[in-house]
């Protein structure tokens, strides 16, 4: 088997930079360890309208609701209300969604195994174990697609990124205060370094929390989160569809060397401000793709990726990271003052301006114009100063 570029994870990055490959001439093979695509799910599924865009699919049958703001509540119980202009965000069902990636990536000609674990790097490709059988895959360029843990980063001797969380979550029949609203809920006791969510969609929630490694088990966090005043007023009791997974923070300073390019989870790319990974990871991913492509044709080599993924988005990972960095180190008392500065009369209107969930660098810069900045770095801390 003599493939041109091998991608290893049909994640929705694996399934983009394949597509992405195989779109610019390059014989593609995508492997996946499971025999199914988008099982087991480890996401909330909220992903932006510019994710979607991103990921070049439609509104398709995966959009379980749609959401246009969100309640913030402060550990003291006060909320702010962030109101989008119209549609903010969707919540979808990962598995029909990654699903209907890999489709796409099948409609512009890439192979696809299922049931094919990566093994290992070869001179000149790649072992699987393939339905309990191991097999050399020839591939002049690999691309690991394949998770936070990334056994393709680990082969290569790529670092890993610099910090992972630790999220929970469940479903839940919900009675929702606004169907197209989310509610996020802060405070150290519950989710510390980090928040927790309710998600709704269709009369039901993803109830979870994401928070900094160590201290205690995330489920022991869970059961404190559904405590929350406001969270065990609409939440009934029952459970399915149980989730416990890692988010990696922090992109490596590496993530590619000779033939093989990291992308998506394994490569880091995830907004630390929200722990989603849909967005980046698509962006980076049609770069690695069509860089695989022309680097296996000896066009160009993997250093052109790395260039390009961090021109891309690297600037908005390094400012989510500080925003993300100087957050989780907010006491309660901390964290009930900046939701309160939020608060403030006119600061509404500038939220539904200049919010961008994917980019929260833009809200940032514009509150820190004028009067506000100083009041921002002092409860920010200072690494605000230098940020722009
Ligand atoms: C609790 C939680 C909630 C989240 N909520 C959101 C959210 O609301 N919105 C959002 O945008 N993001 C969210 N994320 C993050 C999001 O799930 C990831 O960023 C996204 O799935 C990354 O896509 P990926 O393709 O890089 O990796 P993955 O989706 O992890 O896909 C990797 C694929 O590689 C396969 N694989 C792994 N190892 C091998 C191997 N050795 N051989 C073959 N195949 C292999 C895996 O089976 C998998 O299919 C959440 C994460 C968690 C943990």
Redesign the pocket.
């Known amino acids: 088997m003599k493939y041109d570029v091998a991608v290893?994870?049909?994640?929705?990055?694996?399934?983009i930079a394949s597509k992405y490959a195989a779109r610019n001439g390059a014989r593609t093979l995508l492997?996946?360890?499971?025999s199914s695509?988008?099982s087991p799910v480890?996401?909330?599924?909220?992903?932006s309208k510019a994710?979607l865009v991103q990921c070049e699919i439609g509104e398709g049958n995966f959009v379980l609701s749609r959401m246009k703001g969100a309640f913030v509540y402060a550990p003291n119980g006060d909320e702010l209300t962030i109101r989008g202009k119209d549609v903010m965000a969707y919540v979808i069902d990962?598995k029909v969604f990654?699903r209907e990636l890999v489709e796409h990536s099948l409609d512009a000609g890439v192979e696809l195994m299922l049931k094919?674990?990566?093994?290992g790097l070869q001179n000149g490709g790649i072992s699987?174990l393939s339905s309990g059988v191991i097999k050399d895959i020839q591939a002049d360029l690999i691309i690991g697609?394949?998770?936070?843990?990334?056994?393709?980063g680990r082969a290569a001797g790529l670092p890993r990124c610099k910090k992972f969380l630790s999220?929970?979550?469940f479903e839940a029949p919900y009675h929702a205060r606004d169907p197209e609203f989310v509610e996020i809920f802060t405070g150290n006791n519950f989710a510390p370094g980090f928040f927790g969510w309710a998600?709704p969609f269709a009369g039901m929630a993803r109830i979870?929390l994401?928070k900094n490694m160590g201290y205690k088990p995330a489920l022991n966090y869970l059961e404190e989160l559904i405590k929350h005043p406001v969270l065990a007023s609409r939440y009934t009791g029952s459970r399915t569809e149980h989730?416990?997974?890692?988010?990696p923070l922090g992109p490596p300073d590496r993530t590619a060397k000779e033939n093989v390019l990291l992308?998506?989870?394994?490569a880091g790319?995830?907004?630390p401000t929200?722990?989603?990974?849909?967005?980046m990871?698509a962006v980076c991913?049609k770069i690695a793709g069509e860089v695989a492509a022309r680097a296996a044709r000896k066009e160009t080599d993997t250093g052109e990726y790395e260039k390009r993924w961090r021109n891309a988005v690297g600037r908005e990972l390094s400012i989510g990271m500080i925003i993300h960095k100087s957050l989780g180190k907010l006491s309660d008392e901390n964290l009930n003052e900046f939701i309160g500065f939020l608060n403030r009369p006119g600061m509404s209107e500038r939220i539904t301006k200049y919010g961008d969930m994917d980019h929260p660098s833009v809200l940032l810069k514009e509150l820190l114009r004028g009067a506000d900045k100083m009041r921002l770095v002092r409860l920010l801390g200072v690494a605000f100063k230098t940020l722009f």
């Open positions: 290893v994870g049909a994640g929705p990055t694996g399934a492997i996946e360890e499971h695509i988008g480890q996401c909330t599924g909220l992903i994710a990962r990654d094919t674990r990566f093994m699987v697609a394949d998770g936070i843990m990334s056994s393709v999220g929970i979550q998600v979870g994401a989730v416990v997974g890692g988010i992308v998506g989870d394994a790319q995830v907004k929200s722990g989603g990974g849909v967005y990871g991913a």
